[in-house]
């Protein structure tokens, strides 16, 4: 990437940053609301099924893992706000590096993802969570939280064009729910009925909240999924980044 598109990439991103200033609501709902989740599941809900032991080390893993893909509703609706005003189209008609309005929004995305990582970690420690590891297995299962979210922000940027008004987001993001919910984030699949455990089992949340437990050392991780946990994000971006890429060098033509 040459200097100019570094550049406009950054301006995009400044752009997106000054955004949440103006928006701080939107930012910070997004962020206290896995909190909330973990919250409730941890106290009112808490216990697990089939989970062995301490079932906060099984929980605050498998939310880590749940968060990477709550939240692209804020990344939908910002790149369809922008495409129904018209601003996509003036960035377009300057002399901008292409993909540049793209990158500064994945950019803006990962930086308030890492700090709601940041954020839920903080609480999982006051609700008594301690991952059983060294700092390199702490860092690498951050950086398969962070390359699952990745490869989910890819996916939303790439429906958001196809949707192109915020009216639509709502429909597209009901979608999220069920396929975040249908992982091992809150319990064992081996206690769910047989034709549901695979499904959850092979769903990418899953994978890598298997292999981010196993390198935290808590119940419920299982070595085998680490390839699989990097296997299933690059997939989805192979898949998805060159269709966001080529919707978006498509528009209005």
């Not at 100019?4 to 997106?16: F, Q, V, Y």
């Not at 973990?38 to 697990?48: A, H, K, N």
């Not at 308030?112 to 609480?123: D, E, K, P, R």
């Not at 890819?154 to 396929?179: C, F, S, T, Y």
């Amino acid at each position: 990437m040459t200097a100019h598109a570094l550049s406009d990439s950054w301006t995009m991103t400044r752009r997106e940053l000054d955004r949440w200033a103006r928006q701080p609501v939107r930012v910070v709902v997004g962020m206290v609301f896995p909190v909330m989740l973990l919250l409730m599941f941890g106290y009112l809900v808490g216990g697990g099924r089939g989970v062995s032991g301490d079932y906060v080390d099984y929980l605050v893993p498998g939310m880590l893992a749940l968060t990477m893909a709550f939240g692209l509703e804020g990344t939908m609706i910002a790149v369809t706000e922008d495409l129904d005003k018209g601003v996509v189209d003036r960035f377009r008609a300057m002399p901008m590096a292409d993909g540049a309005v793209l990158v500064g929004r994945s950019a803006a995305d990962m930086l308030q993802s890492a700090l709601g990582l940041a954020l839920l970690i903080a609480v999982g420690y006051a609700l008594g969570w301690r991952p059983d590891c060294g700092p390199g297995a702490f860092l690498g299962a951050l950086g398969l939280l962070l390359l699952l979210r990745f490869a989910m922000l890819w996916i939303g940027i790439h429906l958001a064009l196809v949707a192109g008004k915020p009216e639509m987001v709502a429909a597209v993001q009901i979608l999220v729910w069920p396929v975040g919910f249908l992982s091992n984030a809150f319990a064992d699949p081996a206690t769910m009925p047989g034709w549901l455990g695979p499904p959850v089992e092979w769903n990418p949340m899953s994978q890598t909240a298997t292999a981010v437990r196993d390198l935290f050392g808590g119940p419920g991780g299982e070595p085998g999924h680490l390839w699989t946990a990097v296997l299933w994000p690059l997939a989805l971006l192979a898949v998805f980044f060159p269709l966001a890429v080529r919707r978006f060098t498509r528009l209005n033509r």
